[in-house]
T-cell receptor
Framework: DGGITQSPKYLFRKEGQNVTLSCEQN?????MYWYRQDPGQGLRLIYY???????QKGDIAEGYSVSREKKESFPLTVTSAQKNPTAFYLC????????????FGDGTRLSIL | DQQVKQNSPSLSVQEGRISILNCDYT??????FLWYKKYPAEGPTFLIS?????DKNEDGRFTVFLNKSAKHLSLHIVPSQPGDSAVYFC???????????FGKGTSLLVTP
């Protein structure tokens, strides 16, 4: 059963800590994306990757970092430099080459203790 | 700067009737428009899309209409069912782009 798996579903972080959110897909998609959703807002792009070992910043990349060492995996690290990390984080993937809709995981809710 | 706007935060419709969700955009470079449905604490689920070269796309109970001159699109759900109650996001992307530009969403409530 193909899909996108995000873990954990809920995550708590202390001030000054880095945390890493996991995103794994078995859809054989080349492209992967990280979005952030705040209450009452649409989704905003943090980072995206079109191919392994390559990624680009989105609109709100400050305070975040990513890696893409495997096609299936695109982890997001929320660093202590991110001043307002409390949000709902969504990972997505899609095929490349022409228009294809992005498909989303079920998200990780990050809260600051 | 919000390039995709959903001006109605919420909509309530009776079961069996038509739901019409609206979306406006400002960027004439958008080539594809998408609608996603989202339940609380879950990721958005892709519903339907439309290319800028078309003015209508239909998939079962869902139809999306695009008016390029007005930079407006709408999602029609007929007939509406209680299970359709969710937040609906409009999104757009240019052909050369990677990031979906999302509206803030419209919360649809379908009452029995």
């Amino acid at each position: 059963d193909g899909g996108i798996t995000q873990s954990p579903k809920y995550l708590f972080r202390k001030e000054g800590q880095n945390v890493t959110l996991s995103c794994e897909q078995n859809l054989n998609h080349d492209a992967m994306y990280w979005y952030r959703q705040d209450p009452g807002q649409g989704l905003r792009l943090i980072y995206y990757s079109q191919i392994v070992n390559d990624f680009q910043k989105g609109d709100i990349a400050e305070g975040y970092s990513v890696s893409r060492e495997k096609k299936e995996s695109f982890p997001l690290t929320v660093t202590s430099a991110q001043k307002n990390p409390t949000a709902f984080y969504l990972c997505a993937s899609s095929t490349t080459g022409g228009f294809q809709p992005q498909h989303f995981g079920d998200g990780t809710r990050l809260s600051i203790l | 700067d919000q390039q995709v706007k959903q001006n109605s935060p919420s909509l309530s419709v009776q079961e069996g009737r038509i739901s019409i969700l609206n979306c406006d955009y400002t960027n004439s470079m958008f080539d594809y428009f998408l609608w996603y449905k989202k339940y609380p604490a879950e990721g958005p689920t892709f519903l339907i899309s439309i290319s800028s070269i078309k003015d209508k796309n239909e998939d079962g109970r869902f139809t999306v209409f695009l008016n390029k001159s007005a930079k407006h699109l709408s999602l029609h759900i007929v007939p509406s069912q209680p299970g359709d109650s969710a937040v609906y996001f409009c999104a757009a992307i240019p052909n050369s782009g990677y990031a979906l530009n999302f509206g803030k969403g419209t919360s649809l409530l379908v009452t029995p």
